[in-house]
């Protein structure tokens, strides 16, 4: 029977009763779903409202976690301690990796081969990273303080100073994760179309002009998205930090994630940990959202 014999009550009915047959196909995923996330987040949510201690009953004191936590001065230092070392480990990376994806995107003898060394510690573990830097940083024995000397400067504690360790820190997240950003402007660079650039090399353009205004307007998007792969990374970094510095000295680099981990799994205090979960939750996706916006409305600029 063709399609122009086939009646419209029979034709709704066999659409009808397709549309049934996809939704049962997605049963098993959202099965999953509701296990994997759902259920975990709601569960975190419901813990959130005790004061619940592990091997202690549980009090309910429904916002009282939350209501404490804007007013537990460890943890407002602690959000303070990772915006400060995200906007550090965000920028520098954004500006050396877009420097280098500009020198490697010409065309040079061995171009290639320094391709392939300068992402080489994007692929090392973070704990295999952090163990080296550690002995790096060491005010004695280290290398740095050791270089430092070659040159006539004065030694520095670097992790061991409360005002230097989180810059100390940062200085690791440059080195591992620079590559990646030169690897996205790259992409973003042999993308571009080679006319603008003629045209304006026939009217006289200086290379800083041709980077300023064709350049960098194009490549903006996947600054953006660098941008954003970067702030996720580095506003939940936690191996790194906590293998160099513990989040010391003190609490000098303890971030939300080591506060997170240590009033789960060091003081057993559940409920308050998952209220941190709650509000850093919220901090990530407000982050996130605030940089994809941004990526629109570049990309439309463009």
Same mark, same amino acid.
């Given at each position: 029977?063709? !399609?122009?014999?086939? +009646? #419209? !009550?029979?034709?709704?009915?066999?659409?009808? @009763?397709?549309?049934?047959?996809?939704?049962?196909?997605?049963?098993?995923?959202?099965?999953?779903?509701?296990?994997?996330?759902?259920? #975990?987040?709601?569960?975190?949510?419901?813990?959130?409202?005790?004061?619940?201690?592990?091997?202690?009953?549980?009090?309910?004191?429904?916002?009282?976690?939350?209501?404490?936590?804007?007013?537990?001065? @460890?943890?407002?230092? !602690?959000?303070?301690?990772?915006?400060?070392?995200?906007?550090?480990?965000?920028?520098?990376?954004?500006?050396?990796?877009?420097?280098?994806?500009?020198?490697?995107?010409?065309?040079?003898?061995?171009?290639?081969?320094?391709?392939?060394?300068?992402?080489?510690?994007?692929?090392?573990?973070?704990?295999?990273?952090?163990?080296?830097?550690?002995?790096? %940083?060491?005010?004695?024995?280290?290398?740095?303080?050791?270089?430092?000397?070659?040159?006539?400067?004065? #030694?520095?504690?670097?992790?061991?100073?409360?005002?230097?360790?989180?810059?100390?820190?940062? *200085?690791?997240?440059?080195?591992?994760?620079?590559?990646?950003?030169?690897?996205?402007?790259?992409?973003? *660079?042999?993308?571009?179309?080679?006319? #603008? %650039?003629? &045209?304006?090399?026939?009217?006289?353009?200086?290379?800083?002009?041709?980077?300023?205004?064709?350049?960098?307007?194009?490549?903006?998007?996947?600054?953006?998205?660098?941008?954003?792969?970067?702030?996720?990374?580095?506003?939940?970094?936690?191996?790194?930090?906590?293998?160099?510095?513990?989040?010391?000295?003190?609490?000098? &680099?303890?971030?939300?994630?080591?506060?997170?981990?240590?009033? !789960?799994?060091?003081?057993?205090?559940?409920?308050?940990? +998952?209220?941190?979960?709650?509000?850093?939750?919220?901090?990530?996706?407000?982050?996130?959202?605030?940089?994809?916006?941004?990526?629109?409305?570049?990309?439309?600029?463009?």
């Amino acid at each position: 029977m063709s !399609a122009a014999v086939i +009646s #419209p !009550a029979l034709r709704a009915g066999f659409l009808l @009763r397709r549309r049934r047959s996809y939704r049962l196909l997605t049963l098993p995923a959202l099965a999953v779903i509701a296990t994997v996330i759902v259920f #975990p987040w709601a569960f975190t949510l419901y813990m959130s409202a005790f004061d619940w201690k592990i091997g202690e009953a549980a009090h309910f004191v429904g916002f009282g976690n939350y209501a404490g936590l804007a007013t537990n001065q @460890r943890f407002l230092e !602690a959000i303070v301690h990772t915006f400060y070392f995200t906007l550090l480990a965000v920028v520098f990376p954004l500006l050396l990796g877009t420097a280098a994806a500009l020198v490697f995107h010409r065309r040079f003898r061995g171009r290639g081969v320094l391709r392939a060394i300068f992402t080489m510690p994007m692929m090392a573990t973070p704990v295999a990273v952090a163990l080296v830097w550690t002995m790096m %940083f060491h005010p004695q024995q280290g290398v740095l303080n050791y270089l430092l000397a070659q040159v006539g400067l004065p #030694p520095s504690l670097w992790v061991y100073s409360p005002t230097w360790v989180i810059p100390s820190l940062v *200085l690791v997240e440059v080195w591992h994760w620079t590559p990646l950003v030169m690897l996205i402007v790259l992409g973003g *660079l042999a993308a571009l179309p080679t006319e #603008p %650039f003629e &045209s304006a090399r026939i009217d006289g353009a200086s290379e800083w002009q041709l980077f300023r205004y064709i350049t960098l307007p194009l490549i903006v998007p996947f600054l953006i998205v660098a941008a954003v792969i970067r702030t996720i990374d580095a506003v939940k970094a936690f191996d790194t930090i906590y293998v160099i510095s513990q989040g010391g000295p003190g609490t000098a &680099s303890e971030t939300i994630n080591l506060y997170l981990y240590l009033q !789960a799994f060091a003081f057993y205090n559940v409920g308050n940990a +998952s209220a941190v979960v709650v509000v850093f939750f919220a901090i990530i996706v407000a982050l996130a959202l605030l940089l994809l916006h941004a990526r629109e409305r570049a990309r439309w600029a463009v």
